[in-house]
């Protein structure tokens, strides 16, 4: 089956990367890429930011022109989804009939988390995941003047900024007692949460939405997501909250693989193994696979990458660089909006920054957290006074 090539099934961020990464690499073989999705590969972060407001148009979210997969060699696949897997046989089936694979790459990504709402409230409420999210929320967004949302997480709080922005009224419900609770240290939070209140955001924290008695012209639901795994569960592949993977991206299965949000696996900088819903990952993730495809055979490193985060709110920029594990320590230097740093260390070790408007200490964390063999402390941090001044030193 020498012949039958790649075949990536999922068209978003971690597809789109592994079958260009494979060209790039010099892979010969056929690449079909399979999206269910009737747009070209696209990006997704600007949806809920950008695109939402208007300010980004429709033909500037794809990743390529048409022109790319055919110049490519790309079999690229749209509106077509993938209804079966089988392992044994090395074959996808979709509408269209079977085909075979030598290698298979299942980057079915993420679906935001859904709750039951009342009957009243269906036609109202709103997830943002897809561009068709994104212009469905975007049409109502236009009409609408009292805005109802539900979480205060990423997406949530984006939404809430694009819409405050637009002058609308936007309610809050969160149930922790801080926004950002999962993701974020409670200095962030609070540093968020004023702009949010500055902006005239209600912020109901520690309170559950009560649907049977609201009253709000759009509802939308950002409360998390989960992985789309239900593919490679059927098929028979290890699942576990995600597609369970090796260091390797590869899954239970022969010469099958999967990155980005669906796939759950190790990475040095968290204990056990742990999904990771990031643009960064899925291509880190993707270029990783795409070597081992494209490679002569000998031995790969395993995935080691940096983990990393970004949320636009209005003008500030949140950025997280490395994971926070249970029972770190930190240091913070500055406050506010504007160049607030926030360091985290693990046994005296360095193991995430967060940021606010600090995009330099930012991209030095990173640099720093790649060259774990030298790792910083809080006395070099206290001595240098910043990462960006430690990472000029060790150059």
Same mark, same amino acid.
């Given at each position: 089956? *020498? ?9 978003? $961020? !971690?597809?789109? #990367?592994?079958? /260009? ?7 010969? /073989? ?7 999705? %009737? ?49 044994? !046989? ?7 009939? $079977?085909?075979?694979?030598? @290698? ?7 679906? %935001?988390?859904?709750?039951? +709402? ?44 694009? /819409? ?22 409670? *200095? ?10 500055? &902006?005239? +955001? ?13 009253? &709000?012209?759009?509802? +939308? ?31 239970? /299965?022969?010469?099958?693989?999967? *990155? ?5 696996? %190790? ?22 696979? *795409?070597? #081992? ?7 790969? &490193?395993?995935? #080691?990458? +940096? ?5 636009? #709110? ?10 926070? %594990?249970?029972?770190?320590? @930190? ?30 200490? @930012? ?7 790649? @060259?774990?063999? !030298? ?21």
């Amino acid at each position: 089956m *020498a012949d039958s090539g790649t075949v990536i099934v999922g068209a978003g $961020q !971690a597809g789109y #990367q592994a079958a /260009a990464q494979l060209r790039l690499k010099g892979y010969t /073989a056929p690449i079909t890429l399979i999206g269910d999705e %009737p747009h070209l590969p696209y990006q997704q972060p600007p949806l809920s930011k950008a695109y939402l407001q208007g300010e980004l148009a429709g033909d500037r979210l794809p990743f390529r022109p048409e022109a790319f997969y055919p110049d490519k060699d790309i079999e690229l696949r749209l509106g077509e989804a993938v209804t079966a897997i089988d392992t044994a !046989a090395r074959t996808i089936t979709t509408a269209a009939g $079977q085909l075979a694979y030598q @290698h298979l790459i299942i980057a079915t990504g993420g679906a %935001p988390r859904r709750i039951p +709402v009342p009957e009243r409230l269906e036609d109202r409420c709103f997830t943002l995941k897809t561009r068709d999210d994104a212009d469905a929320l975007g049409a109502a967004l236009a009409k609408a003047e009292t805005i109802a949302i539900v979480g205060a997480g990423f997406i949530g709080l984006e939404v809430a900024a694009t /819409a405050a922005k637009a002058g609308k009224a936007v309610t809050v419900y969160e149930m922790q007692d801080r926004i950002l609770a999962r993701v974020a240290s409670p *200095a962030v939070s609070a540093a968020l949460d004023a702009r949010h209140r500055e &902006a005239g +955001v209600d912020l109901r924290l520690n309170e559950g939405v009560d649907f049977d008695s609201l009253d &709000a012209d759009i509802v +939308v639901l950002g409360i998390g997501g989960v992985p789309v795994q239900g593919l490679a569960e059927t098929a028979g592949i290890g699942c576990d909250g995600g597609i369970l993977i090796d260091a390797h991206m590869r899954t239970s /299965a022969p010469d099958v693989f999967a *990155a980005g949000d669906c796939a759950r696996g %190790p990475t040095p900088f968290w204990e056990g193994s742990i999904r990771l819903e990031s643009v960064q990952n899925a291509i880190d993730q993707a270029n990783l696979i *795409a070597e #081992q495809i494209a490679g002569d055979g000998t031995d790969i &490193a395993p995935y #080691q990458a +940096v983990p990393w985060f970004w949320s636009d #709110q209005y003008e500030v920029k949140y950025q997280l660089a490395g994971l926070i %594990p249970p029972g770190t320590t @930190h240091v913070q230097k500055g406050e506010g909006l504007d160049g607030m740093a926030i360091y985290h260390f693990a046994d005296d070790r360095l193991v995430a920054c967060e940021t606010l408007g600090n995009g330099a200490e @930012h991209l030095s964390a990173r640099r720093l957290l790649e @060259h774990g063999s !030298a790792p910083v402390s809080p006395a070099d941090l206290e001595a240098a006074g910043s990462l960006k001044a430690v990472f000029k030193a060790r150059r």
